[in-house]
């Protein structure tokens, strides 16, 4: 025996394994993105999972990508939106009802949204961003009492991108704040047009009581801390979710580094305050 | 039946690289055969020029992918000719090894894939397989037999990058090489049921009088070593083939051919090599050569099937000859002193003969390169046989005809990319 | 700490016969097309005796020794990590029948190695990749069960090489612990190995061998040997690497090396904690049955970065500092560790000889005007 | 006539080598005339089904009028088309003619230079029409070619890592030819595939895969120069082989000998 190892112990399921899991439903959201309802074949692959942490699909021999967790089903599913925009999350988008897939997870680090409670909540959101942050919207939605003002700020390229678009009234029956921009409109549009930035003067909220979420483009996303933190946002109540490559998702193939970051394993969610500094340097 | 007809084949199959066939019959006559070459002109030996020698084989192999150990072979030893060096001992050994490799994979892709299909009507190994897969199975196992000796001592199977002036740049290890043998030992029963097999296809009543030309040694069946002979007395050094052999660029063909001076087209290929040399073929190649028929002379082409097939034998045979007593040589190549020469080989290529000429500066680049490929010294042969073989069976309807005149053409197994000397003529049709 | 017993070189042999009786698969230094690598070996006879190694940034040439030294080479191109975490692994075999997926080979147990030959500073780099691979919250069965089973036969280095700084980095050249054996090579009039067990697996075996106990003048001479080895030409100050790692982020210094660097990956693959892998999901013609293989893959590679139809990292100066932040900087706050431990193999086996001990100091510079 | 998916193999400028790879996977040549229909491969069969096709392999670099004409017959006859071997992915060995005088070389290998037509220059596919994907290698390897056969199939990305064949090398645990005996070795600026084959056997690669997809050429000819006393006219001579027309090498060959 070698000694002087640090061992931890060897985990039952080997971590590179993907189980099977069954298409339940699927959805198609818009032109290009499938929201699926997945569930483990075997009850007992199934594990806890908070919003914002993600799963690795598997397609048979085509490959393993990760997608966010984007809520959870009428049962024991898991809700996953993905966009086909490759190989895997083309082959994700055609599956149908009663297909086996590959998963492995969840996988990394979730909101803190208990942590914010009492606070004013600020959702901003760019593209497929808005499917990891639907959670965050349901989580609150079912809580609604324990937060304050609650403001969704989204945007697409296009109209026609805008994802859940059917859910926004029943947020805004809920009382929630729902802001809606795109870069570029066309005749049927008269919402506003511009980044997803410019939505922040027309919204509702505190400064020093909000705690902001936000998923989408990276410049998106550090353009939207900044305009928080130069309104007043304390910059540690600020939280992004970050996307880089990942194979192993278990911190071990090295390739989600972000400086000292694993973002399988510290992320992908984190407080601006950590990655502030990272995300500036250009090819990090 | 019409009085003029002609038999184009646009694109020749199973053949390497690209032609057509263009028959002209007037009158009941055939009055044009024209093996026509799409092949586009490569320039090796321009642009070997001002290389160094020691590239000249890695070079030299990209004309063509189904013998590129040939090319390197004939490279070399012209190389080290050039040089005064003479490769000797397990070197030599190894390098026959090499060549035993590329014959059973050149000849079993010939056999299975190229040529028996048409004996047995399908287009393809791929049809016959659907009918008598074990025997397909047999051709592939046979052939991936030679290509692990290729790949074992060259690195891969199409291009190796072992070979080098004065021997090999690594000797592979001795667990590898006993390993082969045990994958020959298979091989050889293959090869022996093959020439069962091919020697009982119908063969269509031709012979030729040919003028056989290979090479000859006094005690090997000939591969990287010996004079230049032929049939008809001509018996010269390798030094000496340019003052008995002509390339012409004639218009009215489509290709570089090499002739006899004064004597015009030859034969080279396994028909030639077992002509001159079924002596020195090893015991079993020459059993099976005897149960198949073979004589001490085969002058139908169509039966050079069952030639390869018995040369694959004595390939097998010689390979597990050279690795039982392989000895380890002290160093994988002998030095090769650099020099302004002159240098000429030829060795035998899976098609036959295959002469290379060098000169080489005292700064060690090659001056001036020539090299004469087995198919552009056939192809006359080819245009001649097909004109005798057509004549007497004109009354056979026109696809018949076509499929037997293609047949006759792969008798040769063409290899069309060896195309240093092939080009695209335009053809005049009146 | 055990004392110090002598197993004299003729009888080295003992030693890998008690290793076969325990049923362990020897693996060790050896020579081979040039250098000194580790490979399978089965005693005495395998090891580089009479062979040492001269090392330069891009330069490495295997020598011949006037005496019959076994271990009197530095580090080789190769790493322990190869039997731990191998270059080439796949990690299951799956079929699909009926809409189903299904796995359809078993884990295999790797082989119960003993290392043989293990420098301070491997030992070093064995214990980054215990953190990386088995420290964390998911565990690399394979590389723990390995590592788990190995058995490790150390040596302390009475050479270096003038590529070697783990003097500086304080991993070597002296063996102190976290092994089964030490042992530390003496030639002269005597040939003898003084042998130190530092496990009970390791003391056991010590005990099979009923070796003498080594004289005071024997430890006297091994102590100065391997304090001669510890003279060494290179250093890197480890004292405030991550710092200045962290504030080079946007130094010029890369974008010169760059100019330099080939962006082959070399430095990564012969670096013994390096650990980046890549995962393909692969199929075959069928359609039928899908392999995942995991494969050394590297932060200067291609793709390694990719996202959204490019890479991250794509200038050669953003690879380069990923891998030298990475390995002297952010290191540190994920395993708690330096990821360099000073062998020198990434100076000696770039084929450009890019020198980090020579850069840093660059970067160093290049902060302080 | 079958609903397997129709595999053509075109051939242009070439030696055939990397068609015959194809029939060199003699363990898996009947699954793969079991997944897809050989419908047009003449090195093999005399059999020819009419386009379109689903995949076309294309060996072999345009030289002539014609088969730049020919090229686009196939392109249009083709869902997809892959290019195999330096030949069809950067004009192969006979694009050494590009940096001479072709009539020059036509005068040096036939007699009667007025019988030839050919291109001033040896050209890759992608330089007429569209290419989907390039497999690299002269030539390329059959392992190469059956992974982007079965990617094809299965509508998936080939695995086809385009770094440096030191990749490969440093997996294999093969010794550096360069640092271990000051051999020159193309393979921290080659692309990888053939598994490092050539310093297995003791001796630099000569980049027959081509340009990896990032290279620092100067560098590695500095240090060649510097290090390895590698003259300039040699120096030129190692970029401008096989990919010689691939533009990292050339551009660095050129600025050699
Ligand atoms: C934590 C996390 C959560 C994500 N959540 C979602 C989501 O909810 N919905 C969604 O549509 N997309 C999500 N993505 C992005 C999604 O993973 C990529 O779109 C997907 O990997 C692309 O793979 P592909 O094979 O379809 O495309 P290709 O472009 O063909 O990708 C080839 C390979 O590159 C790698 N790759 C490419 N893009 C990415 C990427 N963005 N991240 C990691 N690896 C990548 C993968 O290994 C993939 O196999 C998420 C990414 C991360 C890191
Ligand atoms: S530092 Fe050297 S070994 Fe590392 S990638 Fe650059 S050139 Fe290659
Ligand atoms: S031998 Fe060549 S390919 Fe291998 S690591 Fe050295 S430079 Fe790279
Ligand atoms: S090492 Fe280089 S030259 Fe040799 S086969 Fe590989 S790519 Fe070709």
């Known amino acids: 025996m070698a000694v002087g190892t640090e061992r931890a112990a060897a985990s039952a399921d080997d971590v590179w394994v993907p189980r099977p899991w069954v298409v339940r439903s699927a959805t198609r959201e818009i032109g290009d993105t499938v929201t699926l309802e997945i569930e483990p074949r075997d009850a007992s692959a199934a594990r806890p ?158 400064v020093d009581e909000a705690a902001a979420f936000l998923c989408g483009p990276e410049v998106m996303m550090r353009f939207m801390a900044q305009e928080l933190v130069d309104r007043g946002v304390v910059p540690e109540r600020i939280h992004l979710s970050l996307e880089r490559n990942m194979k192993c998702a278990v911190g071990m193939c090295g390739r989600c580094q972000l400086g000292p970051e694993f973002l399988c394993l510290d992320g992908p969610v984190f407080p601006w305050t950590r990655v502030e500094r990272l995300m500036a340097v250009p090819e990090l | 039946m019409a009085e003029s007809r002609s038999i184009k084949v646009d694109y020749l199959a199973r053949v390497e690289g690209e032609g057509a066939l263009d028959v002209r019959i007037e009158d009941g006559r055939v009055t044009d055969v024209r093996l026509e070459i799409f092949e586009p002109p490569r320039f090796f030996e321009a642009f070997l020029r001002g290389r160094r020698s020691a590239e000249a084989p890695d070079i030299t192999a990209r004309i063509c992918g189904i013998c590129p150990v040939a090319y390197q072979m004939s490279a070399v030893h012209a190389l080290e000719d050039a040089a005064g060096v003479q490769v000797d001992g397990p070197l030599r050994r190894l390098r026959r090894l090499l060549y035993c490799g590329e014959w059973i994979e050149s000849h079993t892709l010939h056999v299975y894939m190229l ?84 020697a009982a296809f119908d063969f269509p009543d031709f012979e030729v009088d040919y003028e056989f030309v290979a090479l000859r040694h006094p005690d090997e069946y000939p591969f990287n070593e010996g004079r230049i002979v032929s049939s008809r007395g001509l018996d010269i050094d390798a030094r000496e083939f340019h003052e008995h052999f002509e390339e012409v660029h004639v218009e009215r063909s489509n290709a570089l051919h090499c002739r006899l001076k004064q004597r015009g087209h030859y034969k080279v290929g396994p028909l030639a090599r077992y002509h ?126 076509r499929w037997q005149c293609e047949q006759a053409i792969r008798n040769y197994d063409p290899c069309i990319s060896c195309a240093t000397h092939f080009l695209k003529l335009t053809v005049d049709r009146r | 700490m055990t004392a110090t017993s002598v197993l004299a070189a003729e009888h080295l042999d003992r030693l890998f016969q008690a290793l076969a009786r325990r049923e362990y698969t020897c693996v060790g230094p050896t020579v081979r097309d040039g250098a000194i690598v580790y490979d399978r070996i089965e005693g005495a006879a395998d090891l580089p005796r009479g062979f040492t190694d001269t090392q330069a940034p891009g330069e490495y040439r295997l020598e011949r020794r006037d005496d019959d030294a076994c271990f009197a080479y530095v580090v080789g191109p190769h790493s322990w990590k190869k039997y731990l975490f191998p270059p080439e692994r796949r990690l299951w075999r799956l079929r699909r029948s009926d809409g189903s997926i299904e796995r359809v080979d078993a884990d295999e147990p790797p082989p119960r190695y003993a ?169 075959d013609l069928t359609g039928e049955h899908a392999e995942r293989w995991r494969r050394w893959d590297s932060c200067f590679n291609p793709g390694f970065s990719y996202l959204h139809g490019g890479d991250v990292r794509r200038a050669t100066a953003a690879k380069y500092r990923q891998w030298l932040t990475h390995k002297l900087g952010t290191w540190v706050e994920q395993f708690d560790t330096s990821g360099c431990v000073g062998c020198g ?25 | 006539m079958s609903d397997k998916p129709k595999l053509a193999v075109w051939k242009f400028a070439s030696c055939d080598g990397c068609q015959l790879s194809l029939l060199d996977c003699e363990d898996e040549l009947l699954t793969v005339a079991g997944e897809v229909e050989l419908a047009m491969f003449l090195e093999a069969s005399s059999a020819r089904v009419e386009g379109p096709y689903d995949l076309s392999l294309v060996e072999g670099s345009i030289t002539t009028p014609h088969d730049a004409e020919r090229i686009r017959a196939v392109r249009e006859q083709s869902r997809a088309l892959v290019t195999i071997g330096a030949c069809a992915t950067a004009g192969g060995i006979q694009a050494l003619r590009n940096f001479q005088d072709v009539e020059e070389f036509t005068r040096a290998v036939y007699a009667h230079p007025e019988y030839i037509r050919t291109l001033a220059r040896s050209t890759p596919i992608a330089d007429h029409v569209k290419v989907d994907f390039e497999l690299r290698g002269c030539p390329i390897d059959k392992g190469q070619l059956l992974e982007v056969l079965s990617a094809f199939l299965h509508r998936r990305k080939p695995r086809i890592p385009t770094f440096s064949v030191c990749v490969e090398c440093k997996r294999r645990g093969i010794v550096c030819v360069t640092v271990a005996r000051g051999e020159p070795c193309l393979g921290p600026v080659t692309h990888a595939g053939c598994g490092a084959i050539c310093p297995a056997f003791d001796r630099g690669c000569y980049g027959c895969f081509g340009p990896a997809a990032s290279t620092n050429t100067p560098s590695l000819a500095d240090h060649w120069k510097k290090h390895l006393g590698v003259p300039d006219d040699e120096l030129g001579r190692a970029f401008l082989s096989f990919n010689a027309w691939a533009p990292d090498f050339r551009a660095e060959g050129e600025r050699h000998g």
């Open chain 2, 115 to 198: 040529h028996a299909p048409d004996f047995l009507g399908k287009h393809s190994v791929i049809e016959m397989a659907k009918e008598q897969p074990e025997l397909v199975e047999r051709g592939l196992r046979l052939k991936k037999a030679g290509n692990a000796i290729v790949a074992l001592l060259g690195g891969r199977e199409i291009h190796p990058v072992n070979v080098r002036v004065g021997g090999f740049y690594k000797i592979p290890g001795d667990r590898e090489l006993s390993q082969l043998a045990r994958q020959l030992e298979t091989a050889l029963d293959d090869a022996l049921a093959t020439v069962e097999w091919v």
């Open chain 2, 276 to 401: 001159l040399n079924h002596g020195l073929l090893s015991p079993r190649a020459q059993q099976a050569a005897r149960v198949a028929g073979l004589g001490d002379s085969c002058r139908n082409p169509f039966r050079s099937i069952v030639v390869r097939a018995v040369e694959v034998v004595h390939a097998c045979e010689e390979a597990l000859a050279i690795l039982a007593d392989f000895e380890r040589p002290e160093r994988p190549f002998v030095d090769v002193p650099a020099g302004a020469a002159t240098g000429y080989a030829a060795t035998e290529a899976p098609r036959g003969l295959l002469h290379h000429t060098y000169r080489i500066d005292a700064a060690g680049l090659i001056e001036h390169a020539q090299i004469i490929p087995p198919t552009s010294q056939n192809q006359g042969t080819i245009e001649d046989d097909l004109r005798q073989f057509i004549a007497p069976r004109l009354d056979l309807a026109d696809d018949d005809l």
């Open chain 1, 49 to 206: 999972v908070a919003p914002g942490q993600f799963m690795m699909l598997y397609i048979f021999g085509v490959g393993e990508v990760p997608i966010s967790v984007s809520g959870t089903g009428p049962t024991s599913g898991l809700l996953h939106t993905v966009r086909d925009v490759g190989a895997v999350t083309h082959a994700l988008c055609n599956l149908g009802v009663g297909d086996v897939l590959g998963a492995r997870g969840p996988f990394g680090s979730a909101w803190p949204i208990d942590e914010h409670k009492g606070c004013d909540v600020v959702i901003a959101a760019g593209g497929i961003g808005l499917a990891p942050l639907r959670p965050v919207v349901r989580h609150v939605l079912e809580r609604r009492g324990e937060y304050d003002d609650v403001v969704v700020l989204y945007g697409s390229r296009q109209p026609d991108q805008l994802l859940y678009t059917p859910e926004f009234e029943r947020w805004r029956a809920a009382g929630i704040q729902v802001e809606v921009t795109v870069d570029h409109a066309d005749q049927t549009w008269d919402g506003h047009i511009g980044v997803v930035p410019t939505l922040v003067r027309h919204a509702r909220f505190q």
């Open chain 3, 345 to 369: 193999r990434c100076i000696t086996w770039c084929p450009v000889g890019i020198d980090i001990t020579a850069e840093v100091p660059k970067l160093a510079k290049g902060e302080a005007s």
């Open chain 3, 115 to 283: 290392f043989i030959g293990v420098r301070a500073c491997e030992i070093a780099a064995l214990l980054i990749q215990d953190r990386v691979f088995t420290g964390g919250p998911h565990s690399d069965t394979y590389y723990g069960r390995a590592r788990e089973d190995a058995f490790v036969v150390a040596v302390s280095c009475t050479e270096s090489a003038p590529t070697c700084f783990c003097s500086s980095m304080g991993t070597g050249p002296a063996v102190t612990g976290d092994c089964d054996l030490a042992l530390t090579e003496l030639v002269g009039e005597q040939h003898v190995f003084l042998v130190e067990a530092h496990s009970p697996a390791g003391r056991e075996l010590v005990d099979e061998l009923d070796l003498q106990p080594a004289a005071t003048e024997q430890e006297h001479a091994a102590r100065a040997a391997v304090g001669a080895a510890a003279q060494q030409e290179r250093a890197l100050d480890p004292e405030g690497l991550p710092e200045l790692m962290g504030k080079s982020l946007e130094s010029p210094r890369w974008d010169e090396i760059a100019e330099r660097c080939l962006a082959c990956a070399n430095c990564t693959l012969v670096c013994p904690t390096c650990f980046c892998s890549d995962v393909e999901d692969i199929s």
